[in-house]
């Protein structure tokens, strides 16, 4: 069966500071990967998706960035946090149309 | 542009209160509807997929209907631990992405 990890689970950061968030999909083969970020109470925001090893889509212009340096692993990193990034960053994977969703992390930048 | 909104925004029940939660849709070419379930801190999970107008879909208290314009996600007597929110999302023909609505919030009290 299919497994979706993400870490870490809760992570605070000071404003300024680097990022990096890691996802991995076990179970499964070339898999589309995605990155939402959803806010407190409100739904869920498309950040990145990939359909591939070195493939990435932006949907959403930020100071954030994605990279899928191998088959089932995704990682959302920047450069300098800021207070608006905080939320809650949720990984997700498919293979014919539905999306199967990680565990979660909470990040607050403070 | 495919669009997708949930109504209502929250919903109280009481336990054995039957209801219905909405959602409507634009979208170019449906390739498929979802429903998925999230519990507070969690990843959402995973409901239902309908493809076609007519199509239905039942889990245990839940069962899922599609139209041309709208999905209805049905929960018969429901129990406390059905309080959740609920996110609906679309999948256009050729999209690799889905599109959420912002999700209903629901409470069964007991």
């Known amino acids: 069966s299919q497994t979706i990890h993400q870490w870490p689970a809760t992570l605070v950061q000071p404003v300024g500071s680097p990022l990096s968030l890691e996802c991995t999909v076990e179970g499964t083969s070339n898999p589309n990967l995605y990155w939402y970020r959803q806010a407190a109470g409100r739904g869920l925001q498309l950040l990145f998706y990939s359909v591939g090893i070195g493939q990435i889509s932006s949907e959403v212009p930020q100071n954030l960035s994605a990279s899928r340096p191998q088959d089932r692993q995704f990682i959302l990193s920047s450069k300098k946090l800021l207070l608006s990034d905080s939320g809650f960053y949720l990984c997700?994977?498919?293979?014919?149309?539905?999306?199967?969703f990680g565990p979660g992390t909470r990040l607050t930048v403070t | 542009e495919d669009q997708v909104t949930q109504s209502p925004e929250a919903l109280r029940l009481q336990e054995g209160e039957s209801s219905s939660l909405n959602c409507s849709y634009t979208?170019?070419?449906?390739?498929?509807l979802f429903w998925y379930r999230q519990d507070p801190g969690k990843g959402p999970e995973f409901l239902f997929t309908l493809y076609s107008a007519g199509e239905e879909k039942e889990k245990e208290r839940l069962k899922a209907t599609l139209t041309k314009k709208e999905s209805f996600l049905h929960i018969t007597a429901p129990k406390p631990e059905d309080s959740a929110t609920y996110l609906c999302a679309v999948q256009a023909g050729g999209a690799q992405k889905l599109v959420f609505g912002q999700g209903t919030r629901l409470t069964i009290n007991p």
């Open positions: 997700a994977w498919s293979v014919l149309g539905e999306q199967y």
């Open positions: 979208v170019s070419g449906l390739r498929g």
